[in-house]
């Protein structure tokens, strides 16, 4: 099962999230490196988990409080074509990948994650994949509720598919199996990727089990809770 670290920007920079109260969230503080500045907390997390995947969360944009443009720029300068980035930066149309991709620049190789809670247009995902770009959807939920559509329309859905518990990140209180196996039931062949909540090996081991091609992983590889073996 592969491992995917997980990068949350927010003012500038890498945040520890919590459960999905933004207004909470303070700069990492992280047993991989001594600060929160986003190539630094990156290339630490990808030596880390070994992975060429880094899943990215624009906070200031999904917040409708300005894209990072500058520090997404510079992780796909420095991270380079060798990393594929999965961006999800609130987008909510087709229109809205291309005008951040276009201003990041061609270094790392970018990956448009739409996250239901908040795209408009559910034909972005067509149009995005028409373009080449293999888009992500993410189904998320918080609170014990799905946010936005396409939750039960699975004929919408792209190859890829994250299941995405705000409620579980950073909670230590392990990953959401009953909401992922419902979300299985519907999946087909889609690769499925679990999101919030892994602690360590045995919950990694127990989402390999429910049928998950791979898991975000954000405290726990912080935390140096998972060890070489897990992530290998």
Not at 95 to 105: E, K, P, Y
Not at 118 to 139: F, K, N, Q, W
Not at 180 to 205: I, Y
Request: glycine share 12%; net charge negative; with cysteine.
């Amino acid at each position: 099962m592969q491992v995917i670290p997980v990068l949350d920007l927010l003012d500038g920079h890498v945040v520890h999230a919590v459960r999905g109260e933004r207004s909470r969230y303070r700069p990492i503080r992280s047993s991989l490196c001594a600060t929160s500045e986003p190539v630094a907390v990156a290339r630490a997390l990808l030596r880390a988990t070994g992975s060429r995947t880094l899943y990215v969360a624009d906070l200031g944009a999904i917040l409708q409080r300005g894209a990072h443009v500058d520090a997404l720029a510079a992780l796909c300068d420095a991270l380079g074509q060798g990393v594929s980035i999965w961006l999800d930066a609130g987008f909510s149309d087709f229109a809205s990948v291309r005008a951040l991709f276009g201003a990041c620049g061609a270094g790392a190789s970018l990956v448009p994650v739409f996250g239901t809670e908040s795209l408009r247009d559910a034909g972005a995902i067509a149009d995005a994949a028409a373009a080449g770009y293999e888009p992500v959807l993410s189904l998320d939920y918080h609170g014990g509720r799905a946010l936005g559509s396409l939750h039960g329309d699975s004929a919408c859905w792209p190859m890829r598919v994250i299941v995405m518990t705000l409620d579980q990140v950073g909670a230590r209180a392990g990953p959401d199996l009953d909401t992922f196996a419902a979300v299985r039931e519907m999946a087909g062949e889609r690769l499925l990727f679990g999101a919030g909540g892994v602690r360590d090996r045995s919950d990694l081991a127990c989402a390999s089990r429910a049928g998950a091609h791979g898991w975000l992983v954000g405290s726990a590889v912080h935390e140096l809770a998972l060890g070489v073996s897990a992530l290998a």
